[in-house]
């Protein structure tokens, strides 16, 4: 069975960083693509970024150049660096996976396991 464990989220102030893990059990990542993915507050879950088997990555166009994937094969985890905070970047962010070796576009019908979720508040 596939599970997916973020780590605590936080509060920061807009211009600083966070970092957020995901433990996966269940599955290699090696022949997974992994993602992340947001849902602020009265809003639909939109995706982040994704990474490949083979650790390309893409992103939204709203984190570009401020959001880093990562992943660590030999331990299963998946990262997302986030820098540059602003307020919109407030919201519930997920980490999700799906069978495969290249992510398919990122909308969450796509992907088939979830994490929990994890808050992460910025202030202005």
């Known amino acids: 069975q596939v599970q997916l464990v973020e780590s605590a989220g936080g509060s920061v102030q807009a211009g600083g960083s966070l970092r957020l893990s995901c433990a996966a059990s269940?599955?290699?990542?090696?022949?997974?693509?992994m993602a992340w993915f947001r849902q602020a507050a009265g809003k639909k879950r939109e995706g982040v970024g994704s990474?490949?088997?083979?650790?390309?990555?893409k992103y939204s166009d709203s984190v570009k150049g401020r959001f880093t994937i990562s992943k660590d094969n030999t331990k299963n985890t998946l990262h997302l660096q986030m820098d540059s905070l602003k307020p919109e970047d407030t919201a519930m962010y997920y980490c999700?996976?799906?069978?495969?070796?290249?992510?398919?576009?990122?909308?969450?019908?796509?992907?088939?396991?979830w994490g929990q979720g994890t808050q992460v508040t910025v202030s202005s």
């Open positions: 999700a996976a799906v069978y495969g070796a290249r992510c398919p576009p990122l909308t969450e019908y796509n992907y088939g396991y």
């Open positions: 269940g599955y290699t990542s090696i022949r997974y693509c």
């Open positions: 990474i490949d088997s083979d650790g390309t990555t």
